[in-house]
């Protein structure tokens, strides 16, 4: 392996893969005046209805101090509307505004041209093959991912 140049490693090939739909995601959300995270939290609103700050920030894989940040921020653009939960008090949920929802819903309509351009670049039998191996690769990545140890 230590012969293998580093363009050839799997982890490399993700790496740029994730950058390059990284990349693309930002540049046709920048055009919404969305980021990643804000349209991460629209999707995950859209198929959830009704969520806290905590559900979303690890729906989105950042903090809940982070998370509270963006909320704000969207809730000032009136894309997010937050209530107390009736079941905790001190835990705001977060649902979609019609402006959020219609906001998300043209951003989405962009967003899909890639999906479908990428599965149009594959064979029903490839795409089908080239998501059990992303699967298995995520899988394995989480597997080996290291945790904290709390003595």
Do not use: W
Not at 53 to 71: E, I, K
Not at 104 to 121: C, F, G, K, P
Not at 126 to 139: I, N
């Amino acid at each position: 392996m230590a012969d293998m140049p580093v363009e050839e490693y799997v982890c490399t090939r993700i790496r740029r893969a994730e950058q390059a739909l990284m990349a693309h995601h930002e540049a046709v959300l920048r055009g919404y005046g969305l980021t990643m995270t804000q349209y991460t939290v629209l999707l995950t609103l859209s198929r959830d209805d009704a969520m806290s700050g905590a559900q979303l920030a690890r729906a989105c894989g950042v903090t809940q101090q982070s998370m509270a940040t963006v909320l704000t921020g969207m809730q000032n653009k009136q894309l997010i509307d937050r209530k107390p939960s009736p079941v905790h008090a001190k835990v705001m949920i977060a649902t979609l505004t019609p402006t959020g929802r219609d906001l998300l819903n043209h951003a989405y309509q962009e967003v899909i041209v890639l999906e479908r351009a990428l599965t149009d670049r594959f064979t029903s039998d490839e795409h089908k093959q080239f998501c059990e191996y992303l699967d298995r690769a995520t899988a394995t990545l989480i597997e080996q991912t290291p945790t904290a140890h709390t003595n």
